[in-house]
């Protein structure tokens, strides 16, 4: 769960809804000519989607059949289902790839109902002249999650915190009074296996996030030139140098030992995802008992102008699309049923229950504090750090060359041109073997 990217893009809970009606077409009234079939990509959620299609069918008298894939078999599924007479009319396209698969059965969603339903556009598959393929129907997000009792403790508040400037002032001030407050600024960056997907995956988005938006990049570049590596560089510094351990001790220090940490109060700021609520706050088996009331999530400043107006780095890989060879009769069905799962009460609480919060303006709210802050950051108008590592070329064979890297520049006192070095070159190579 952690290492899905949406992930990002999105890697994971909180599924939103593609329901709605198509313009003057989806306006939630059903004809009962057609009906939906639903190739749902997500086991856990079998049964909560099998009984809100029980019920919208009794509401409404038209048939609603949801098919569930087995975990990690949605595409042969889909290929396979799409090749028969009644194929799915409502499926999951997940990204840029699988919009290239399946563009051609992608009904243009940009008048719908659910559509204008949308709090943000960040999540959505479009094709070059701006049709809405497909809907980010739900969506994860990561930044630096915050302990507000022990930055209080320091002295501050999170209202302090609004870029990296004063990011970095609170950690080298909690830094210079460790001792005395008991505990760090952040948790240990470790670089072993279990950890390093943070740091070369979710942290290495910030140079590629703000890279691709100035050069508007929607597809995978062949290569990148590494412009904000330096940006890349000041966080990483800022975190292994106002850590709960030295950088030499980064190479053996593991995921489970950064998440003690925070959850044990030795250290103010931790960089993980929504899924850390969990394991913070409701998992007892873990011992940390933390108050939700407690923790926040801000966003990973790393010193690029403007960055005062970031919200989260919030990204999907569960988008819903609708079947454009599907009959007039389904497709109509199908955009009516949309409609009702976003808008109705039955619909967004078994989101909420089975999802989190989701990127619709009907959505309920979630428990999960951290998903509050991203849905905060969006309704105040700050822009969504999407998860541009959903680019990687032969990503895990990329993000090994960046923690070498970042390993002899950090425990060895080597060159950051060696990041550089893994970052560009390694892609320009990892796009051509792949």
């Not at 930055?151 to 990296?164: H, M, N, R």
């Not at 080298?172 to 296996?193: H, M, P, V, Y």
């Not at 990049?217 to 000041?234: D, H, R």
Request: net charge negative; hydrophobic share 35%; aromatic share 12%.
């Amino acid at each position: 769960m952690k290492k899905r990217v949406l992930a990002l893009l999105l890697s994971a809970t909180c599924v939103m809804t593609m329901f709605a009606g198509c313009g003057d077409k989806g306006t939630g009234s059903s004809s009962g000519k057609g009906s939906v079939y639903y190739l749902n990509f997500k086991p856990e959620a079998d049964a909560a989607w099998q009984e809100l299609a029980k019920q919208y069918t009794e509401q409404t008298g038209v048939e609603v059949k949801v098919v569930t894939a087995a975990s990690g078999q949605y595409e042969p599924t889909l290929s396979a289902e799409m090749a028969k007479s009644g194929a799915p009319t409502l499926f999951q396209c997940g990204n840029q790839a699988g919009l290239e698969t399946w563009k051609d059965y992608c009904y243009d969603l940009k008048d719908t109902d659910v559509y204008k339903e949308m709090t943000t556009d960040d999540f959505n598959l479009k094709g070059a002249n701006g049709e809405v393929y497909c809907i980010g129907y739900c969506y994860e997000a990561f930044g630096i999650i915050v302990n507000k009792a022990l930055l209080k403790q320091a002295g501050y508040e999170v209202s302090d915190i609004k870029d990296f400037a004063s990011l970095k002032a609170v950690a080298e001030d909690i830094t210079a009074r460790s001792e005395e407050l008991g505990f760090s600024a952040f948790t240990s960056a470790g670089l072993d296996g279990s950890s390093s997907w943070r740091f070369s995956g979710h942290l290495a988005n910030m140079p590629m996030y703000y890279e691709f938006n100035d050069n508007n990049i929607t597809s995978q570049p062949a290569t990148v030139t590494g412009a904000y590596l330096e940006n890349y560089k000041a966080i990483w510094d800022l975190y292994i140098n106002n850590a709960t351990c030295a950088p030499s001790e980064l190479a053996t220090k593991t995921g489970d030992e950064a998440e003690a940490e925070f959850g044990q109060g030795k250290a103010v700021f931790y960089q993980n995802g929504t899924w850390e609520y969990s394991n913070l706050v409701t998992d007892t088996s873990k011992g940390f008992n933390m108050n939700a009331d407690d923790l926040t999530m801000i966003p990973i400043y790393c010193g690029v102008d403007g960055e005062e107006n970031a919200g989260l780095c919030c990204g999907t890989e569960n988008c819903w699309a609708v079947n454009s060879k599907s009959s007039e009769e389904d497709i109509q069905a199908t955009l009516d049923f949309m409609k009702w799962v976003v808008t109705s009460d039955e619909g967004t609480k078994m989101m909420a229950e089975q999802f989190g919060p989701i990127p619709f303006k009907a959505a309920k709210e979630s428990e999960n504090v951290f998903f509050t802050a991203a849905n905060n950051y969006i309704n105040d108008g700050k822009y969504v750090v999407t998860w541009a590592f959903n680019y990687t070329p032969n990503v895990d064979t990329w993000r090994a060359g960046v923690v070498d890297a970042l390993l002899q520049y950090s425990a060895n006192g080597g060159s950051w041109d060696n990041v550089k070095t893994a970052y560009v070159d390694g892609w320009a190579t990892q796009y051509q073997n792949q």
